[in-house]
C-alpha cells in the first residue's frame, strides 16, 4: 500500500473519534435580571448556600457537609417534586456578593455542573447574574430522550429565569 493510501486510511479511521468527541461539548447558559432594589436587600434574600427556599421549585435546603459561607460546604436541595440536587460551595464572597457551587449528584439532565450566582450594583439598583457550565448528562445516546443538548441547556435556561424572576420578586 503506498504512503498515501495509508496516510488517507490512518485519517479515515480518526473521523469517527473526531465526531464523537464533538457530541461532548460544554454548554453554556446566562441569564440575568435587573432589581429595582439595593445589592443589600438582594444578597440577604439570595446570599446564603443553605438557604434556597427563594427558588420556585425548591421546597428544602439542607446542609449536609461543612458551615454555611464555607467553601467545601454541602447541600442537598429538595425539589417540590421530590427530585434532589447535591451541591458543593467551590468559592463564597460575602464582600463580593458572589456564589460559586457544583453540583455532585443530580435528577437534572447536567453533568460537570459549575456556576456563579452574583450580584452587580449600580445607583440603586441590582443587576443578578447566573451562569453555569456543564455537559448533558449522557453524551453517548444524544437521542435519548431528554439527553440532548438542547433539553439540558432548556432545563437550565428555565431553572435560571423562574428563580431570577423570584428573586426580583421577593426584593422588589
Known amino acids: 500500500m503506498s504512503k498515501f493510501f495509508a496516510s488517507v486510511l490512518g485519517m479515515a479511521l480518526c473521523l469517527p473519534l473526531v465526531?464523537?468527541?464533538?457530541?461532548?461539548?460544554?454548554?453554556?447558559v446566562k441569564e440575568s435580571i435587573e432589581v429595582n432594589a439595593p445589592a443589600d436587600k438582594v444578597w440577604a434574600i439570595m446570599g446564603k448556600f443553605g438557604e434556597m427556599g427563594w427558588h420556585p421549585a425548591i421546597a428544602k435546603t439542607e446542609i449536609?457537609?461543612?458551615k454555611e459561607g464555607e467553601v467545601g460546604a454541602t447541600r442537598v436541595l429538595t425539589l417540590k417534586d421530590g427530585g434532589k440536587i447535591n451541591e458543593t460551595l467551590t468559592s463564597y464572597d460575602a464582600a463580593g456578593m458572589t456564589i460559586k457551587y457544583e453540583i455532585t449528584?443530580?435528577?437534572?439532565p447536567v453533568r460537570d455542573y459549575s456556576a456563579t450566582l452574583l450580584l452587580q450594583?449600580?445607583?440603586g439598583k441590582t443587576t443578578v447574574v447566573w451562569r453555569s457550565m456543564f455537559k448533558r448528562q449522557d453524551p453517548s445516546n444524544p437521542a435519548k430522550a431528554g439527553q440532548d443538548d438542547k433539553t439540558a441547556k432548556d432545563t437550565i435556561t428555565g431553572i435560571f429565569k423562574s428563580g431570577l424572576?423570584?428573586?426580583?420578586?421577593a426584593a422588589e
Open 121 to 123: 450594583s449600580a445607583g
Open 165 to 169: 424572576e423570584a428573586i426580583k420578586k
Open 105 to 108: 449528584e443530580s435528577v437534572l
Open 64 to 66: 449536609t457537609g461543612g
Open 19 to 28: 465526531a464523537t468527541a464533538a457530541i461532548d461539548e460544554t454548554i453554556r
